[in-house]
């Protein structure tokens, strides 16, 4: 059973960074990409980006493409999700996610589809 764990959620003006974290167990990883999506009150999940674990190419969600980066360090099955130019509008419970390889588009719906989900971490941008 996959287990997520994410860490590195907060309070953040506008304007400035956080690093989300995601440490992933109890699989075999190359099996999966890992991605994150997001949920803020009222509003339905979102994707937000996706990596490839083996090759590591990436997705990126139109409204953070060139403010996120998502990365993978294989050797710790941890995922990143850094953060940077964050706005009042990215605020939202961030998920950290696995979904099979050979199904990872799905990640990049909206709503998301996933295999295993974490329980989420707060992000909050004041204004």
Avoid: H
């Amino acid at each position: 059973q996959v287990q997520l764990a994410e860490s590195g959620g907060g309070l953040v003006q506008a304007g400035g960074s956080l690093r989300l974290s995601c440490a992933a167990s109890g699989g075999t990883f190359s099996r999966y990409a890992m991605g994150w999506f997001r949920q803020a009150p009222g509003k339905e999940r979102e994707f937000v980006a996706v990596i490839r674990w083996n090759g590591g190419s990436t997705s990126y969600e139109d409204s953070v493409k060139g403010r996120f980066t998502i990365s993978r360090d294989k050797a710790k099955n941890t995922v990143y999700l850094q953060m940077n130019s964050l706005k009042p509008e990215d605020t939202a419970v961030y998920y950290c996610a696995a979904v099979y390889d050979s199904r990872w588009s799905k990640l990049t719906l909206n709503p998301p589809g996933y295999d295993y989900r974490g329980q989420g971490t707060q992000v909050t941008v004041s204004s």
